[in-house]
């Protein structure tokens, strides 16, 4: 079992950088995939980006491509999504989440996949 704490939101100017890191217990983090989604208010939660057990495996969400990079250390139970160009439409809580993934072909985008959440992080955009 794995159980993530996302830190390291705030408040950024459209145009700017953050970096959010999700730190997770057990003693087995590196068979577990780990994910991120967002969910800004009024809509359905999203997959932003997702990174496997090995981290040999990454996917982005289209909307996010090229401006975000998600990136594990497995020594020290952490994963982190370096947020850069940030937009308004940026703005959401963004959660962690886990799955034991090792072995597992491809990666798990959807949200109904994962076994373990954080509670979240809040990450503003402002224009």
């Known amino acids: 079992q794995v159980y993530p704490v996302e830190s390291g939101g705030g408040l950024v100017q459209a145009g700017g950088s953050l970096r959010l890191s999700c730190a997770a217990s057990?003693?087995?983090?590196?068979?577990?995939?780990m994910g991120w989604f967002r969910q800004a208010p009024g809509k359905e939660r999203e997959f932003v980006a997702v990174i496997n057990w090995s981290g040999r495996n990454i996917v982005y969400a289209d909307s996010v491509k090229g401006r975000f990079t998600i990136s594990r250390d497995n020594a020290k139970n952490t994963v982190y999504l370096q947020m850069s160009s940030l937009k308004p439409e940026d703005t959401a809580v963004y959660y962690c989440?886990?799955?034991?993934?090792?072995?597992?072909?491809?990666?798990?985008?959807?949200?109904?996949?994962?076994?373990?959440w954080g509670q979240g992080t809040q990450v503003t955009v402002s224009s």
């Open positions: 057990g003693r087995t983090f590196s068979s577990y995939a």
């Open positions: 989440a886990t799955v034991l993934w090792a072995g597992r072909a491809g990666v798990p985008q959807m949200a109904q996949q994962y076994d373990y």
